[in-house]
């Protein structure tokens, strides 16, 4: 009965009608592969924040990859691996960290199961001889198993092995109680003649989250949480005023040719607070930037007469940052100057120092803690270090100046 009655109804009908004039017509945008100038059935399709690319593997196998938020320090991967036989693998990055896996079938059932990649091996030694006033500190052993720091001092003159357990000891940082804070191995005494300890990052540091074979470092693999550690216990030292002091470098041979050339240091750096990077009660903190500032100040980055530090204050979203600062990186008028950021919103991406470094153009990269609080206290950082760079001689270094950020080279 209610099939003959829904039959009745619709006996009568013409089919569909045509829209009035007055209502819009509705056209989906251009996707997909074919939104891509010359969409090849093989490449990189780029949208902002992300892409998503295709490619053969060299083995009659295909990869299919999407990447969303690539600017940001918590970007996501999807990345299909297929054979011969169709899909293969999966790749996932989520906030709670990388996941592979495959599907097994059983009868009509597919299931999801780990699927082990081959493990990392650990980086080789550091081959490369530090210059006299520097010293390499690298996160080294024979396998994952094992691992230790290795201090490499000026033209072989010394080489240390230290167990990684000294690299915990660091980022718990000095007792409160103690009154001479002093590392074994890594005390001043024992680097007399060392200005400065470069903290080589692994190379999975430098690699962006999507290029990475397995999961973040452990914390006392992180060459930048190292060397803001160690610089925390050598300040707590008798010998202050005399310490060495701890940067970042990003690939041992390009990192040492950096620093072998510094930067001449003179007058005020150009302060960068970009509009949109102060929105609601940051806009507080931009005024009394603003207000306490003597040298050079802009919103956009100048066309000409940059100084050779620039410091850039932004609460802009991470991605949003993040690709900003890759901009800025290829941009010539910041060549053979130093970029320096400091981040409100929240932490950058891992590698984005080292991926703004390879770009070519700047001399070093400065990166403090992100924050959102104390703005007070961040302000008079930032003036206490402008005050003591124009006080300072052509010859000054970056890092023997007290300052809010690590450096990397």
Do not use: N
């Not at 993040?322 to 590698?351: F, N, T």
Request: aromatic share 6%; proline share 10%; charged share 25%.
């Amino acid at each position: 009965v209610a099939a003959e009655r829904a039959t009745a109804r619709g006996a009568g009908r013409a089919g569909p009608r045509e829209d009035p004039p007055q209502v819009p017509s509705l056209a989906a945008p251009r996707h997909g592969w074919g939104a891509c100038e010359g969409g090849t059935d093989t490449g990189r399709c780029q949208f902002r924040h992300g892409w998503v690319a295709r490619a053969e593997d060299g083995r009659g196998g295909r990869r299919v990859e999407w990447v969303l938020g690539e600017g940001g320090a918590d970007p996501r991967l999807r990345r299909l691996h297929a054979g011969a036989e169709g899909l293969a693998w999966i790749e996932r990055l989520e906030e709670d960290g990388r996941k592979v896996f495959r599907f097994e079938r059983a009868a009509t059932t597919l299931r999801a199961v780990p699927y082990a990649t081959a493990p990392r091996p650990r980086p080789p030694a550091v081959s490369a001889s530090p210059p006299p006033g520097l010293a390499l500190l690298q996160v080294a052993g024979a396998d994952a198993q094992t691992p230790s720091l290795r201090l490499v001092l000026p033209q072989g003159a010394r080489e240390a092995v230290l167990p990684l357990g000294l690299a915990q000891s660091i980022l718990l940082g000095p007792p409160p109680e103690t009154v001479r804070a002093a590392i074994p191995g890594l005390a001043p005494e024992d680097l007399e003649g060392i200005r400065t300890v470069m903290v080589v990052q692994d190379p999975v540091e430098a690699l962006a989250p999507w290029e990475r074979a397995e999961d973040a470092l452990p914390p006392e693999g992180r060459a930048a949480r190292l060397a803001r550690a160690l610089d925390a216990w050598w300040r707590r030292s008798e010998a202050a005023q005399g310490v060495p002091r701890a940067v970042v470098g990003t690939d041992p041979a390009s990192s040492i040719a950096h620093w072998s050339r510094p930067v001449p240091l003179q007058g005020w750096p150009l302060l960068l607070l970009p509009e949109e990077g102060f929105p609601g009660p940051l806009a507080r903190l931009r005024e009394a930037l603003r207000q306490r500032w003597r040298g050079l100040i802009a919103s956009q980055l100048p066309e000409r007469r940059l100084p050779r530090v620039v410091l850039v204050v932004s609460g802009r979203p991470d991605a949003l940052l993040g690709e900003q600062l890759l901009h800025w990186a290829r941009d010539p008028r910041l060549r053979g100057r130093v970029l320096a950021v400091w981040p409100l919103w929240g932490p950058v991406r891992e590698d984005l120092p080292a991926a703004m470094l390879r770009e070519g153009g700047l001399a070093a990269v400065g990166l403090a803690e992100a924050r959102f609080t104390g703005l007070d206290e961040m302000a008079s950082a930032l003036e206490g270090f402008a005050q003591r760079l124009a006080a300072s001689g052509k010859r000054a270094r970056l890092e023997t100046l007290e300052s809010p950020f690590v450096w990397y080279y």
